[in-house]
């Protein structure tokens, strides 16, 4: 059974700072793998998808890469802000219909 | 574009009533899913349905029922709600059922059952 973890679950860190946030998942037999971010008491918003050909992708200061033979994928925050301050989630989908998700790492930008 | 839409935001009810929770879509999805998220434990599919007419369970579907008669809705009833069923409730879709395109989702739907 496919399960996904994502270590540390709370994380602090000072204005400014790179980061690295991770996604570990059991099962390398993936389709695609998803990073979200949620703000509190609001919904869950995509920030990058990665297709299970590719090894990452890059959405301004965020860069996902995912490699499946290890089983995860890592999040990449350039220069954080404390508007980045969030709960990062990844999902990943093995067969095209059922998604499974990470507990998440909740973030708090220091300012 | 109003992107994927749920009501009511919050609610209220108590053990034994029924309640619908709303979605609607207007990027003409044809996957869309129902999830609910509670502490330490992430977020869970419930159903899902890949076109008008065609719905399956997912990890915790019992005590919900769904339906798709349009492209665009898909409810999500609670037939007689217990206390186990507080949570937050996620709709989500995608673009169409036979790719891995982008998960989108809504603002979610905060219910308490006493």
């Known amino acids: 059974k496919q399960e996904v973890t994502q270590i540390p679950a709370a994380l602090s860190v000072p204005e400014g700072e790179n980061l690295v946030l991770n996604c570990s998942f059991t099962?390398?037999?993936?389709?695609?793998l998803q990073w979200f971010r949620q703000d509190p008491g609001k919904g869950l918003t995509s920030l990058l998808l990665?297709?299970?050909?590719?090894r990452e992708q890059t959405s301004g200061r965020l860069n996902a890469s995912l490699d499946k033979s290890s089983g995860r994928s890592t999040l990449y925050i350039a220069a954080s802000q404390p508007g980045d301050s969030a709960t990062y989630l990844c999902?990943?989908?093995?067969?095209?219909?059922?998604?499974?998700f990470g507990t998440g790492t909740r973030l708090k930008v220091l300012a | 574009n109003a992107g994927v839409t749920q009501t009511p935001k919050f609610q209220v009810l108590k053990t034994g009533q029924s309640m619908t929770l709303q979605c609607a879509q207007d990027?003409?999805?044809?996957?869309m899913s129902w999830y609910r998220q509670d502490p330490g434990m992430g977020l869970r599919l419930i159903h899902y349905?890949?076109?008008?007419?065609?719905?399956d369970q997912g990890e915790v579907p019992n005590g919900y029922n769904v339906s798709r008669s349009t492209t665009e809705d898909f409810p999500l009833r609670l037939l007689s709600a217990a206390p186990s069923q507080t949570s937050v409730y996620f709709c989500?879709?995608?673009?169409?059922?036979?790719?891995?395109?982008?998960?989108?989702f809504g603002e979610g739907s905060r219910l308490t059952v006493l």
């Open positions: 989500a879709s995608r673009w169409d059922r036979g790719s891995t395109g982008e998960l989108f």
């Open positions: 349905s890949v076109g008008a007419g065609i719905t």
């Open positions: 999902a990943l989908t093995s067969g095209t219909y059922k998604y499974i």
């Open positions: 099962d390398s037999a993936i389709y695609n």
């Open positions: 990665i297709q299970s050909s590719q």
């Open positions: 990027m003409n999805h044809e996957y």
